[in-house]
């Protein structure tokens, strides 16, 4: 059983169930479903997974969560194309690339998952504080 939390607000449909879950709950994993006390939410490898929730089973998830927020939003926006390419070129980033895509980006589950130490070097790659 894993420990997850909500990095920020989380409102969707849970299997139905619409929920609404604030930022900085904690969540449990059991059997690869994230779940809010009985109401499974989603798979730890969904998108909603990674939209919203970070693994806390080192008790470093709201660092993770507001490191993984600075550093996807840097990397969003008109002028993002430098930052991306500091990313390409990067030998640590290059674990967390799916790679099944040659010509664009995707976030591996790895990634949303990774080291704080991991992230605090991609933040500062891309300029994230």
């Known amino acids: 059983m894993g420990s997850y939390i909500a990095r920020k607000r989380a409102r969707f449909s849970a299997f139905g169930v619409p929920v609404n879950i604030p930022w900085g709950t904690h969540l449990e994993e059991l059997e690869g479903f994230i779940y809010l006390g009985e109401q499974p939410l989603c798979t730890i490898t969904s998108q909603i997974a990674f939209d919203y929730f970070t693994q806390d089973d ?3 998830g709201r660092e993770r969560g507001a490191l993984l927020e600075a ?14 390419e500091c990313v390409w070129n990067d030998p640590l980033c290059q674990k967390y690339r799916r790679p099944e895509h040659q010509d664009f ?3 591996n589950y790895d990634f949303f998952n990774a080291p704080v130490e991991d992230l605090e070097h991609i933040a500062k790659l891309v300029g994230a504080k």
Do not use: Y
């Open 58 to 60: 080192d008790g470093r």
């Open 105 to 107: 980006w995707l976030w």
């Open 71 to 84: 550093i996807l939003a840097r990397l969003k926006g008109n002028d993002c194309q430098p930052r991306w």
